[in-house]
Nanobody
Framework: QVQLVESGGGLVQPGGSLRLSCAAS????????MGWFRQAPGKEREFVTA????????YYADSVKGRFTISRDNAKNTVYLQMTSLKPEDTAVYYC?????????????????WGQGTQVTVST
């Protein structure tokens, strides 16, 4: 089992940047494929990006492609989400998630473990 704790959220102006972190407990972090999802008020939780266990493969939702970058440091048990050129429509609670699969899953139900979320607000 793994526990996930997100951090790094906050208030940022449109066009700004933020980096989210997700720290995982346990000694088998490298065996988990990781993803980031987000949920805006009144909307369903949606896929943002995913990264393979080694970090060699990534996948992005079209809405964030070219603006967001996912990475991981298996030595530090941490996955990151670098967000640039932020837009008001990026405002949401961001969640990291983990699963034991070998491919980059984009469906919420495929992830076993979830963090508590961190709020990102993009506004003037």
């Amino acid at each position: 089992q793994v526990q996930l704790v997100e951090s790094g959220g906050g208030l940022v102006q449109p066009g700004g940047s933020l980096r989210l972190s997700c720290a995982a407990s346990g000694r088998t972090f490298s065996s988990y494929q990781m993803g980031w999802f987000r949920q805006a008020p009144g909307k369903e939780r949606e896929f943002v990006t995913a990264i393979s266990r080694s970090g060699g493969s990534t996948y992005y939702a079209d809405s964030v492609k070219g603006r967001f970058t996912i990475s991981r440091d298996n030595a530090k048990n941490t996955v990151y989400l670098q967000m640039t050129s932020l837009k008001p429509e990026d405002t949401a609670v961001y969640y990291c998630a983990a699963r034991g699969g070998s491919y980059n899953a984009i469906v919420r139900g495929e992830y076993y473990y979830w963090g508590q979320g961190t709020q990102v607000t993009v506004s003037t």
